[in-house]
């Protein structure tokens, strides 16, 4: 056997088999996790309130549909400046639906009686196909009652109620 021969079959081997472990990243499935990424946009919310500026939560936005649900950079910054200080989320578990998930939330809040109360929630997250990434649902316009569900429902015909006579 030709021994140049013996170096190009090893060599295509070897390229094939880089090809094959660079493709298994592209099974569709996003490289961080929608709990991970809700995890780091409450750290870069908190870094702002913390240390103050826009630079940590001009990054948090970037996690988010912000663009696409027409809520943009000043807007965001105004929502969250209302946080109080020393803003905490702990972030639970998410639930994995397609290509949308629920992370679940929690946090503490003042009480007008002097203590503290915990809301739990959960966080709408969907994931951008452009990307692959997870992004945060902000405004929660893609979860729940859509736009033109509510939209239908604000010009249905009211139903007819008796009246008394």
Partial sequence: MNPGFGRA?????????VLVFAGCGGTGQAEESPE????????LISTSKVEGGTTPASEAYKLTTGASANLNLNQFLEIIKNYPPGF??????????????????????????????????ELPLNLDPATNTWKIDFTGDTHGMQKDDALASKTAPETAVPKKD
């Fill in 88 to 121: 905490k989320v702990t972030v639970g578990a998410a639930q994995i639906k397609g290509k949308q998930a629920l992370v679940a939330i929690s946090f503490k809040m003042p009480s007008s009686f002097g203590d503290e109360y915990e809301v739990k929630q």
């Fill in 9 to 17: 079959i090893s060599g295509i081997f070897a390229l094939m088999v």
């Fill in 36 to 43: 991970a990424v809700a995890k780091r946009f409450y750290d």
